[in-house]
């Protein structure tokens, strides 16, 4: 089994910047791939940014050039930083893990998920 902590998240005004990160612990050797979701109150689960073992990346069109994923495999920690946030950017973000090594977007991929961590930007 694999545990995820998420941690990082806050309040920002619009045109700030915030670091998440996600510690994975338990069977980390069973994971080849990690990612971060977002969920808005009454919107689905959106995939924002993937990352497979190898470090090919996958991102939301929404985010591209603004977030950059990342991760310190021998610390089992993954990133996201978030620069130029946006209202819309306000949500619930998720860590995920899986063991696929396609970098999808898609949540039914992810087996793990953490308890998520707040972001709110203020206009």
């Known amino acids: 089994d694999v545990q995820l902590v998420e941690s990082g998240g806050g309040s920002v005004q619009s045109g700030g910047s915030l670091r998440l990160s996600c510690l994975a612990s338990?069977?980390?050797?069973?994971?080849?791939?990690m990612g971060w979701f977002r969920q808005a109150p009454e919107k689905e689960r959106e995939g924002v940014a993937v990352i497979n073992r190898h470090g090919l990346t996958n991102y939301a069109d929404s985010v591209k050039g603004r977030f950059s994923i990342s991760q310190d495999n021998p610390k089992n920690t993954l990133y996201l930083q978030m620069n130029s946030l946006k209202p819309e950017d306000t949500a619930m973000y998720y860590c995920?893990?899986?063991?696929?090594?396609?970098?999808?977007?898609?949540?039914?991929?992810?087996?793990?998920w953490g308890q998520g961590t707040q972001v709110t930007v203020s206009s």
């Open positions: 338990g069977d980390t050797a069973s994971i080849s791939l």
């Open positions: 995920a893990a899986g063991g696929d090594w396609y970098p999808s977007l898609l949540s039914g991929v992810y087996n793990y």
